[in-house]
C-alpha cells in the first residue's frame, strides 16, 4: 500500500492563478480531510470528507473547494491563489467515518504565492 | 485560543535522557492523540489515548491522560537522536474533528 499520497510536492502560484493539489489514498478509508500548517499555528483544517459524495467545512475553509467523488481521491482546489494562502498543506485519512479515529498523513505540498 | 496547546515549545536534551512534554485542552474530548512530524515530512501517529484512559504504553513512549484537569503528558524514554522531531496533540471533542496543537520541537543532542 503506498498509503496517502500528495502531488505535487512543491508548488509555486502567482497571485490570482488556480490549481488544484492532489490527494489519494489506497487504504479504502471513508474520512479524508485537508490541513494547512502554518509557522507556530499547528494544523488548522480546511475541509472534510466522512465518505464519497460528502463534505464539510472546516476551520479555514475560505479560497477552497473540495469534492469528493470517489473513496480514493480528495482533490483541493484553490478558487484564485492569495499570499495568505501561502503554507504547507497535508491531507489526511482514516478509515473510519467517525472523525475521531487515527490519522495517517500525505507528505505535504508546499505553496508559495507570491 | 486553541483547544489544545503542548508545553514546553521547545526543548533540548542530551541523548539517552527522558524528555517529558505537556497539552492542555479546554472542552471535553472523545480521546487525545499524539503525532510526530519529522522535517519536511508528514505526521505520524503515535499513541491514542480515550477520555476513560489514564495511562499507555508503546515502546519508549508512556502518554497520561487527566481529563479533571484537562492535560496529557507524552514522555519518551532514553532518547535517541532520530527522535529529533516536532511533537503535536491532537485533541478530539465529542462528535468533532481534530484539533492539533502548535507543536512541541524537540532536539536530542548526540
Known amino acids: 500500500n503506498a498509503g496517502v499520497t500528495q502531488t505535487p510536492k512543491f508548488q509555486v502560484l502567482k497571485t490570482g492563478q488556480s490549481m488544484t493539489l492532489q490527494c489519494a489514498q489506497d487504504?479504502?478509508?471513508?474520512?479524508m480531510s485537508w490541513y494547512r500548517q502554518d509557522p507556530g499555528m499547528g494544523l488548522r483544517l480546511i475541509h472534510y470528507?466522512?465518505?464519497?459524495?460528502?463534505?464539510d467545512q472546516g476551520e479555514v475553509p475560505n479560497g477552497y473547494n473540495v469534492s469528493r467523488s470517489t473513496t480514493e481521491d480528495f482533490p483541493l482546489r484553490l478558487l484564485s491563489a492569495a499570499p495568505s494562502q501561502t503554507s504547507v498543506y497535508f491531507c489526511?485519512?482514516?478509515?473510519?467515518?467517525?472523525?475521531?479515529?487515527?490519522?495517517?498523513f500525505g507528505s505535504g505540498t508546499q505553496l508559495s504565492v507570491l | 485560543s486553541q483547544q489544545g496547546e503542548e508545553d514546553p515549545q521547545a526543548l533540548s536534551i542530551q541523548e539517552g535522557e527522558n524528555a517529558t512534554m505537556n497539552c492542555s485542552y479546554k472542552t471535553s474530548i472523545n480521546n487525545l492523540q499524539w503525532y510526530r512530524q519529522n522535517s519536511g515530512r508528514g505526521l505520524v501517529h503515535l499513541i491514542l489515548i480515550r477520555s476513560n484512559e489514564r495511562e499507555k504504553h508503546s515502546g519508549r513512549l508512556r502518554v497520561t491522560l487527566d481529563t479533571s484537569k484537562k492535560s496529557s503528558s507524552l514522555l519518551i524514554t532514553a532518547s535517541r537522536a532520530a527522535d529529533t522531531a516536532s511533537y503535536f496533540c491532537a485533541t478530539a471533542p465529542w462528535g468533532q474533528n481534530f484539533v492539533f496543537g502548535p507543536g512541541t520541537r524537540l532536539s536530542v543532542l548526540p
Open positions: 489526511a485519512s482514516s478509515y473510519s467515518g467517525t472523525k475521531n479515529e487515527k490519522l495517517f
Open positions: 470528507s466522512v465518505g464519497a459524495g460528502i463534505t
Open positions: 487504504m479504502n478509508h471513508e474520512y
